[in-house]
């Protein structure tokens, strides 16, 4: 059915399609999350200082 050169391409082409697809996961479930999470908790400081400079001023 198939030869070596293509066997050798077709494991490499599933290894290289599973590995993005568990990239993709990791993303989507740790990075991201972890990244907006940061940026909003960085605009709730910013939010407050203003608030406390306006009050102290």
């Known amino acids: 059915m198939f030869d070596f050169d293509q ?3 077709f494991l490499a082409f599933l290894t ?3 590995l ?3 990239l993709l996961i990791f993303l989507l479930t740790f990075v991201v999350p972890y990244w907006i999470g940061g940026s ?3 605009k709730f400081k910013e939010m407050k200082e203003e608030k406390k400079a306006k ?3």
């Open 16 to 18: 290289i399609l599973t």
């Open 7 to 9: 066997y050798l391409g």
């Open 20 to 22: 993005g697809f568990w």
């Open 55 to 57: 009050r102290d001023a």
């Open 40 to 42: 909003l908790i960085e």
